[in-house]
């Protein structure tokens, strides 16, 4: 079949292909999982599912799904368990699953926790009247989406949980994504995931690819060895774009196979 990837990426894939410890981090919900109006729903493409496991099995090659979504949330929608080779940083970064060693958490305090569940308890109440809007509880705060609202309930849901948080947590971190804003308080981000993960394996290389505002942190973070994909329209920091969930599914077979061809 012919390639549908433009020069740029072909050359972005032969220079990562190269380097000795490659790390391919990519984020999940509308990277390699369409975007769902049922988060929970949510599952990898059969394509994209295929270049994940061939990356998995090429040589000198380590995997890893990097995500907003809280741990146990990521484990179900990517359908991973405790046989999987595949690396977790859930959280934008704050809660890791690693083979061999299960979850590592960087923990929290209690008075945090306490301060989270009244929040979203608050934010939960305030918008119960509005069709369509949805309080997704996470590990360090909680989601907004409005993914199934007008617009005009989308708004009045953003404007009520942002003077909420604003009176009663100023400190936390506010992200906003594909019809959803998220509140934390932990501030990792995706850059400080890629980060952690880079140090703990030691690799020489990573690719990262992602489709939201909550990934640009991570391709802006990433040096020249590096390769970001964009997938899908948006302003970006990454070198290479792509339109779309089965071109990137290219690109990783791609990679898959050059990774094969050098190392084996």
């Given at each position: ?167 009663e947590a100023p ?50 973070s990433l040096g ?41």
């Amino acid at each position: 079949m012919t390639s549908t990837l433009t020069h740029q990426a072909r050359e972005g894939v032969a220079r990562v292909a190269a380097s000795d410890l490659l790390l391919v981090a990519l984020d999940f919900d509308g990277t390699l999982s369409p975007l769902a109006d049922d988060p929970m729903s949510a599952r990898m493409l059969p394509a994209a599912r295929d270049a994940v496991d061939a990356l998995v099995a090429a040589p000198d090659t380590v995997v890893a799904f990097v995500s907003g979504r809280s741990l146990v949330d990521l484990r179900v929608i990517a359908e991973h368990d405790d046989s999987s080779r595949v690396l977790l940083a859930g959280s934008h970064g704050a809660e890791f699953w690693s083979p061999g060693e299960g979850i590592l958490s960087h923990g929290e305090d209690d008075a945090d926790v306490a301060l989270r569940d009244a929040l979203r308890t608050h934010a939960e109440r305030d918008t119960a009247g509005l069709e369509g809007v949805w309080i997704e509880p996470k590990t360090f705060g909680f989601g907004v989406h409005t993914r199934r609202a007008t617009p005009e309930a989308a708004a009045e849901a953003n404007r009520i949980v942002d003077a909420i948080v604003a009176a009663e947590a100023p400190q936390w971190r506010r992200r906003t994504g594909h019809n959803i804003v998220e509140f934390a308080f932990r501030h990792e981000g995706k850059d400080s995931a890629i980060a952690e993960l880079r140090e703990r394996l030691g690799a020489d290389a990573v690719l990262f690819a992602g489709d939201d505002v909550t990934d640009e942190d991570a391709l802006a973070s990433l040096g020249d060895d590096d390769l970001g994909v964009r997938v899908g329209d948006g302003e970006t920091a990454a070198a290479v774009r792509v339109p779309d969930i089965a071109a990137l599914a290219e690109l990783l077979q791609q990679l898959a196979a050059e990774r094969t061809r050098l190392r084996s």
